[in-house]
């Protein structure tokens, strides 16, 4: 992002973070008047803070930190933070932008303090460590006390080094504040977010901050521009706090697209559209998928899309109780996925951090499509203990049938008396898939997981 750029950012928040959207279909509000008064507080005079500011926040470790907002035009803007002293001038229209170089965790609190002329504001409690922007519409924004298992991780909120900055219902980042996690902040919190925040914060020992961002019902096009999208609660809840420093998001949305053959293009511009704004064109995207054949179109698109667009990862969900619900209850596995994918395919840690995934050297030969396969860890097997499945073939008709599964240690052979020469292979379009992999990873409370899903999908033989 230019200069320019990030400078109109600034004063478009202004607009952006002053405008409040009506409730959501749950009725929940993005903040309280209690968190409004504190974020008016960081205004002194002319001088203001983007409201993503404020005490107890958490800002991204070993990056580049641009701390923003307005003030007189043409004015000196210092900002000084853990021995960094910054000095910037406002535009002609009053917008500033300063970058603190790199900073190592730390999560001694520390003081922002941000001055010009006879005015200056103090942020306190400001930690380092890792930043995560969750969003998407009311699964993502499901609260950790209406999610199954949570009342010993309400309990125990205060335990953990977690702050949590949460918008909701189109209310912007003026209307709420960073809160320090504990049984009252964490309960009303996205449990898949917050438990993909407290399994990198084990894993990783840094401090973590959360910033949810979640609409309920809300489609795509609510989030993007492109594709003729009005982009009103992407300009209220993610553009308004850009281009605040994050490791990532976590996006986790689609059953208001269930079956929007064009969900793949849609969640390819979006991405794309998030990293063009944010200046950040590897931003990494997790991607929640959605669990029941009702929203097959954008499962599909969700996995393509993984395999597609760079530094991008999958939390697959299918194999989960309740998953024919609209509100899954069962939370805790999908935030624990969510972080496994962060810490493998973002942190890089050596884990098989997805199930397994089609090989670009799965071929066909004679009546038979071999399937290679990635991410197997210890070797393939099942949820159920029954053969894979279900897998179907089609020639070059196009036509499924469905196929006899050969496992053949990491490969899955495929044929079918009615198909001589396999094009294409689909797998779990036919019914619920029982494929897995097999793995040892350690998740937080000296828990381990031991299996990863599949994903369906569907390739084209060479």
Request: include cysteine.
């Amino acid at each position: 992002m230019t200069m320019s750029s990030r400078l109109s950012f600034g004063m478009s928040l202004v607009f952006l973070v002053a405008c409040g959207g009506a409730d959501g279909p749950d009725g929940v509000s993005g903040g309280s008047s209690d968190s409004a008064r504190e974020t008016a507080s960081l205004s002194s005079g002319a001088l203001s803070l983007s409201p993503i500011f404020n005490a107890n926040m958490v800002l991204q470790q070993n990056a580049v930190v641009p701390v923003f907002g307005t003030a007189t035009p043409g004015s000196t803007v210092v900002v000084d933070f853990q021995g960094q002293n910054l000095s910037v001038t406002a535009n002609g229209a009053g917008a500033w932008v300063a970058d603190l170089a790199a900073m190592a965790a730390s999560a001694v609190p520390s003081s922002l303090v941000v001055s010009s002329g006879p005015d200056s504001i103090t942020v306190s409690g400001v930690q380092v460590g890792e930043v995560w922007l969750c969003s998407g519409q009311s699964n993502m924004g499901r609260s950790l006390s209406s999610a199954d298992g949570s009342a010993p991780y309400i309990a125990a909120a205060a335990n953990h080094n977690l702050r949590l900055f949460r918008m909701t219902a189109n209310n912007g980042p003026a209307t709420t504040s960073w809160q320090v996690s504990n049984s009252t902040t964490a309960a009303s919190f996205s449990a898949v977010c917050y438990w993909m925040g407290l399994d990198l914060s084990q894993d990783l020992d840094v401090p973590i901050g959360l910033v949810q961002a979640t609409l309920d019902g809300s489609d795509i096009s609510e989030w993007q521009h492109t594709n003729g999208g009005s982009g009103e609660a992407y300009d209220i809840m993610v553009a308004s706090i850009q281009p605040f420093a994050v490791k990532g998001v976590l996006w986790y949305q689609g059953e208001s697209n269930g079956g929007d053959v064009n969900y793949q293009p849609k969640l390819t511009d979006m991405i794309a559209e998030w990293r063009g704004d944010w200046g950040a064109g590897s931003l990494p995207f997790g991607i929640v998928q959605l669990p029941a054949s009702k929203w097959t179109a954008s499962r599909i698109a969700q996995f393509n899309v993984s395999q597609t667009v760079a530094d991008t990862y999958l939390a697959v969900t299918h194999d989960l109780p309740g998953g024919n619900q609209l509100h899954p209850t069962t939370k805790y596995p999908v935030g624990i996925r969510s972080s496994i994918g962060a810490r493998g395919a973002v942190y890089g840690e050596s884990i098989v951090f997805s199930g397994p995934t089609p090989a670009a050297t799965s071929f066909a030969s004679g009546n038979t499509a071999y399937v290679n396969f990635e991410h197997v860890g210890n070797g393939l097997s099942t949820n159920n203990g029954s053969t894979p499945g279900p897998f179907q073939i089609a020639g070059a008709t196009g036509q499924y049938v469905s196929a006899t599964v050969t496992v053949v240690g990491n490969q899955i052979q495929l044929r079918s008396n009615r198909v001589s020469a396999p094009k294409r292979v689909r797998y779990a379009f036919s019914g619920a898939g029982n494929l897995t992999n097999t793995v040892s990873i350690p998740t937080e409370g000296g828990n381990t997981v031991t299996s990863l899903p599949a994903s369906l999908f569907e390739i084209t033989l060479p």
